[in-house]
C-alpha cells in the first residue's frame, strides 16, 4: 500500500490547488526541503523510482485474481486521470466520459478482431481517435458553461450503450466482442496475468508522468487560472478557446487508453459495460481521490475498483449507497479528496519550501507552499 | 392520418409527463438556480412508496397521496439538510451534491424494493375515446389533463397568492426579500417540496406505461431535461411547451424515421439538447443569462 501514496505525494507537489491552503500554526515538520533545490529533486526523483519499482514489483508478490483487480486499478487510475485534468484542473464538468472510454475499448476490439492488428498498436490508436473526437466535442462545448456542459455529456454517457448496441456489425450487437489478450512473450519469464499489469503499468506510468507535467507547466496554470476565475485568466492572456478545447481532447484521449486497456485487460467488450454507472463512477473515482490532484486518479482508482468487491457481497445496492454518501461526504468534510487528507499529512512530515525569489524583495521569511499561491501561479502580477 | 394523430396525442401525453419534470426542474432552477440531477430518482422514490402503499392493500388514491405527501416532506427535508449548507457554492460543488444524492436515492430504493419489474396501476380507465373519428386512449388524454390543471393550480399559486408572491421574490432576490420580512430559507424549502411533488406526479403517471423499477425516471429526467433547456430553464411555460414539443418529435421519430426506431428514440431528446444549447442556450422562452463584471 506503500505505493499509491507515494506517487499521490511526490506528484502533488507543486500544483495548485485552490481548496488546499496551507494552515498556519502546524507543528514543525521533520523535514524542511527547499523547492527545486538539488535536494528536493533527487528525493523527489528516488521517491518516484521507489513507487515505480515496487509498482512493478507487486504482481510477483500476489495471486493471479489480486493481480487482475490491481490491472483494472490502473486502467481506471489512467480513465480518471484524464477526467481530473478536465473537471479537477479546468472546472469543466463531464459526466459522458465513459462514452470516450467506450470509444478506446472498441476501437482496440474493433482492430485487433477485425482488422487483425497487433495489440500495441491499438493502444495509440485509441489514443488518436479519442483526442480527435474530443477535440472535436470540446470545441462546441466550448459555448457551454458549467451546467449545460454537464447536461451535454450526460447526454453523450446515456446515448453511449444503445449506440454500441446498433452498429451491430461493427461492434458485435448486445453479445459483445471476445478479444484475444496480448500473450506473454517467450523470453518473459512470467505469467499472463502478471504480464498483463505491467503491460498496463508501463502505458500507466509515462501517463502519469505525463499529466503530472502538463498541470505543472503552462497549460495546468493556465486551466487553474480558467478554473478559479475565468474572465481575470483571460484578461491575463490565458486563451481560453485553446486551453479549453485542448484539455477536452487530452482528457478525452486518457479515457480513450483506458478504454484500450481495458479491453486488452478483460478480453471481452459488450454495450452494457458502458452505462451511465460507468461515467458517475469516473466522477466519483476523481472526487473522492481527491479534484485537482494527480494522485487522487489512482486512489480513486483503488477506491472504485475495491469498495464494490466487498459491498456487493453485503447487498447488491450498497455500492451506490456508498458511492452516493461518500460523495455527499466527501464534498462537506473534505474537499481534497482523500490526496488532500495525505496531503495534510506529509505536509505535518515534509515542509517544501519556496526559497525566496532572487534579487527580488525579501518575503520577511514567509514560507510559501506551492499550494497557496494564487490561482494564477505565477502569473499574477506583484502587487 | 388517424395513426399519425394518435401518434401525435401520445407524445403530447408523454411530453406532459416529461413537462412535469421538467417543471420541478425549473422551479428549483429559477429559486436556487442548481440543476436537480436527482429529481428523477427522488420521483421514482416516492413512486415506490405509492407502489409498496397500494401493494400492501391501501386503496390507490390513499397511496397516492401518501406518496405526494412524503414527496413534498421529502423534498423539503432534502433541501434544509443537503442543499442548505453548500448553497451558494460553485457549480461543481452543487453538481456533484446532486449526483450524490442521485446515486444514493437510486441504491436505496433497490435496497428497499429491489431491482425487478413492477406493474403499476394506472389512475385512468384504460380503453379509447372516440374524438372526430380518431380513437385516442383515454389514458394520454388523462395525462394530458392532469399536466394542464397543474399548470393552472401553479399558475394560481405563484400569481395570485400572496405566498406564491413570496416564494418568487425570494427566488429573484433574496437579500431584499429577506429586508421586508420573508423567511426566504422556508420559502426554498417550499419550492423543493413542490418540485419533489411534482416529480413524484410525473412518477405515478410515468409508471403504468412502462415497468416500475430503480431505473424508471432515468429517461424521463433526460427528456424532462431536453424539455426545460428547449423551453429555457428558467421559464415555467417553456418547460411545458418545450417538454410537448420533445414528446411529440420523439413519438413522430420513433414511428416514421427508420433509422432512429424504438431503442434510438432516446437520442432525440439528446439531439435537442445538443442543438438548442449551442444555438440558444437560453432555450425558446427563457432570459438570457447575464453577469454583471
Do not use: C
Request: net charge positive; charged share 10%.
Amino acid at each position: 500500500m506503500s505505493l499509491p501514496r507515494k506517487v499521490a505525494r511526490d506528484q502533488d507537489q507543486g500544483i495548485p490547488e485552490g481548496d488546499q491552503v496551507g494552515r498556519d500554526g502546524r507543528a514543525r515538520p521533520f523535514l524542511r526541503i527547499d523547492a527545486g533545490s538539488r535536494r528536493h529533486r533527487t528525493l523527489r526523483g528516488l521517491a518516484l523510482l521507489a513507487a515505480v519499482l515496487i509498482a512493478a514489483g507487486i504482481p510477483f508478490n500476489s495471486d493471479r485474481v489480486v493481480n487482475g483487480q490491481l490491472t483494472l486499478v490502473l486502467v481506471y487510475a489512467v480513465a480518471a486521470l484524464g477526467l481530473n485534468l478536465l473537471v479537477g484542473y479546468s472546472g469543466q464538468i463531464s459526466l459522458g466520459h465513459g462514452a470516450f472510454f467506450a470509444i478506446g475499448a472498441y476501437t482496440a476490439a474493433i482492430l485487433i478482431v477485425r482488422a487483425h492488428v497487433p495489440y500495441p498498436l491499438t493502444v495509440p490508436a485509441a489514443a488518436l481517435l479519442t483526442f480527435a473526437l474530443g477535440f472535436a466535442f470540446g470545441v462546441p462545448a466550448l459555448r457551454l458553461r458549467g451546467l449545460y456542459l454537464a447536461l451535454v455529456t450526460l447526454a453523450l454517457a446515456i446515448a453511449t450503450t444503445p449506440l454500441i448496441k446498433r452498429f451491430e456489425g461493427l461492434t458485435g450487437g448486445v453479445q459483445g466482442m471476445s478479444v484475444p489478450q496480448p500473450t506473454v512473450p517467450g523470453w518473459l519469464p512470467v505469467d499472463p496475468d502478471q504480464f498483463l499489469y505491467l503491460l498496463v503499468l508501463s502505458v500507466a506510468v509515462p501517463m502519469f508522468l505525463l499529466a503530472a507535467n502538463l498541470t505543472r507547466g503552462g497549460l495546468g496554470r493556465a486551466l487553474v487560472s480558467i478554473r478559479d476565475n475565468e474572465r481575470a485568466a483571460t484578461t491575463m492572456g490565458v486563451d481560453r478557446a485553446r486551453v479549453k478545447s485542448r484539455v477536452f481532447a487530452w482528457s478525452a484521449a486518457y479515457a480513450g487508453v483506458a478504454g484500450a486497456l481495458f479491453t486488452l485487460t478483460l478480453g471481452f467488450v459488450a454495450p452494457e459495460s458502458f452505462n451511465l454507472a460507468l461515467s458517475f463512477t469516473f466522477l466519483a473515482a476523481i472526487v473522492i481521490g481527491g479534484l485537482g490532484t494527480v494522485g487522487g486518479a489512482l486512489l480513486g482508482a483503488l477506491f472504485i475498483e475495491f469498495v464494490p468487491q466487498y459491498a456487493e457481497r453485503v447487498n447488491q445496492a450498497l455500492t451506490g449507497v456508498i458511492y452516493g454518501a461518500t460523495l455527499i461526504a466527501v464534498i462537506y468534510l473534505m474537499p481534497g479528496g482523500i490526496a488532500g487528507l495525505l496531503r495534510s499529512v506529509r505536509r505535518r512530515l515534509v515542509e517544501v519550501a519556496e526559497p525566496p525569489p532572487a534579487g527580488g524583495e525579501p518575503t520577511g521569511g514567509a514560507v510559501l507552499e506551492a499550494g497557496a499561491t494564487s490561482p494564477g501561479g505565477g502569473r499574477r502580477p506583484a502587487v | 392520418m388517424e395513426r399519425f394523430l394518435q401518434v401525435v396525442v401520445d407524445g403530447i401525453a408523454d411530453g406532459s409527463i416529461y413537462g412535469a419534470l421538467a417543471l420541478a426542474l425549473v422551479l428549483i432552477f429559477r429559486s436556487t438556480g442548481i440543476v436537480n440531477f436527482a429529481q428523477g430518482e427522488m420521483a421514482m422514490f416516492a413512486t415506490f412508496v405509492a407502489w409498496g402503499l397500494h401493494d400492501g392493500g391501501r386503496p390507490l388514491w390513499l397511496a397516492l397521496v401518501a406518496a405526494f405527501a412524503f414527496a413534498f416532506l421529502g423534498g423539503m427535508a432534502i433541501e434544509r439538510l443537503l442543499i442548505r449548507p453548500v448553497e451558494g457554492a460553485g457549480t461543481l460543488t452543487l453538481v456533484i451534491v446532486t449526483l450524490g444524492l442521485f446515486i444514493l436515492v437510486n441504491a436505496a430504493a433497490g435496497w428497499i424494493w429491489g431491482f425487478t419489474n413492477r406493474g403499476f396501476p394506472s389512475i385512468f380507465p384504460s380503453g379509447v375515446a372516440r374524438l372526430g373519428g380518431v380513437e385516442l386512449s383515454v389514458e394520454s388524454l388523462g395525462i394530458i389533463a392532469v399536466l394542464l390543471a397543474v399548470v393552472a393550480l401553479l399558475g394560481l399559486l405563484f400569481q395570485r397568492t400572496k405566498l406564491g408572491l413570496a416564494m418568487r421574490a425570494a427566488a429573484l432576490n433574496p437579500d431584499s426579500s429577506r429586508l421586508v420580512g420573508i423567511r426566504v430559507g422556508r420559502m426554498l424549502m417550499l419550492g423543493w417540496g413542490l418540485a419533489a411533488l411534482l416529480g413524484a406526479l410525473a412518477g405515478v403517471l410515468v409508471a403504468p406505461r412502462l415497468f416500475l423499477d430503480v431505473n424508471l425516471m432515468g429517461g424521463v429526467l433526460v427528456y424532462a431535461f431536453a424539455g426545460a433547456a428547449l423551453g429555457g430553464f428558467d421559464s415555467p411555460l417553456g418547460a411545458v411547451v418545450g417538454s410537448w414539443i420533445i414528446g411529440v418529435t420523439e413519438n413522430l421519430a420513433g414511428t416514421y424515421v427508420g433509422a432512429v426506431g424504438a431503442d434510438l428514440k432516446v437520442l432525440v431528446p439528446l439531439a435537442v439538447i445538443f442543438v438548442v444549447l449551442l444555438v440558444r442556450p437560453s432555450g425558446l422562452f427563457g432570459s438570457p443569462e447575464v453577469t454583471r463584471v
